[in-house]
């Protein structure tokens, strides 16, 4: 068969795999401070019998794959809440939130207070200070832009705000929650503000999002086509000038 098959079969499956990306945008457009994925289409090129070939690969040199980018890491739109436990974070930046599964990273910042008054995630993951999970109790909490909790005007901790230097070793684990990719990657405090009475929306441009959608389709519908062609002219052709 036409190597040129598996060539424009790899741009198929590629293109929908970066469908599958944007869908998941999409349907996220929104969820409280969900971070945009991206991914990047790449041309690769490997020699045929070379340790890591694949089926693939083993009858094609080259093949479209799909890169994993890091997410957009820009700020979403800030939308008013007046709710003493809604925090929103300007910046680079994550809350810490423990987890059965270890710590884990977020930029949702709709809290409540959990059990026994520890100030947690919808979901019941304890959100982690400086010294621990945060136990609040009864009373007014009070959260300035460096993360400073009070209590009825009394300390209890900081809130642990970590950035990494790499966010593409970041994936995610559902529940808006992101965890490392690999163990021993490090964690560093985050430059960011916290904003009280604030919840930070998608960062998803859903306008954007519907014309790459267009042109994902469009690249697929010209793959296809090169699939046709060379399945039903160009070995059609072959076939008949063999023949004779």
Do not use: C, W
């Amino acid at each position: 068969m036409n190597s040129g098959v598996y060539t424009a079969y790899s741009g198929l499956r590629a293109q929908m795999t970066a469908l599958d990306q944007l869908s998941n945008n999409l349907a996220n457009v929104n969820t409280v401070g969900f971070k945009e994925g991206r991914t990047f289409l790449t041309l690769l090129n490997r020699a045929m019998g070379s340790p890591d070939s694949t089926d693939l690969t083993s009858v094609i040199n080259s093949q479209v794959t799909v890169a994993p980018g890091p997410f957009n890491e820009s700020d979403g739109s800030l939308v008013t809440t007046g709710r003493e436990l809604d925090l929103a974070l300007s910046g680079n930046g994550y809350l810490a939130v423990s987890t059965p599964r270890g710590v884990r990273y977020t930029r949702n910042g709709s809290l409540v207070l959990g059990k026994q008054g520890v100030l947690s995630t919808t979901d019941g993951h304890a959100v982690l200070g400086e010294k621990g999970p945060i136990q609040l109790g009864p009373g007014k909490v009070q959260i300035n832009e460096l993360g400073d909790v009070q209590l009825d005007e009394v300390a209890v901790d900081r809130l642990k705000l970590v950035s990494f230097a790499e966010p593409h070793l970041l994936q995610r684990e559902g529940n808006s929650l992101l965890a490392p990719v690999q163990e021993g990657i490090r964690a560093v405090p985050a430059n960011v503000r916290v904003r009280q009475g604030y919840l930070e929306q998608s960062n998803v441009n859903a306008v954007a999002s519907v014309v790459q959608l267009v042109e994902i389709l469009r690249h697929f519908e010209a793959a296809q086509k090169s699939v046709h062609l060379l399945m039903n002219d160009v070995n059609a052709k072959a076939i008949e000038r063999l023949g004779r």
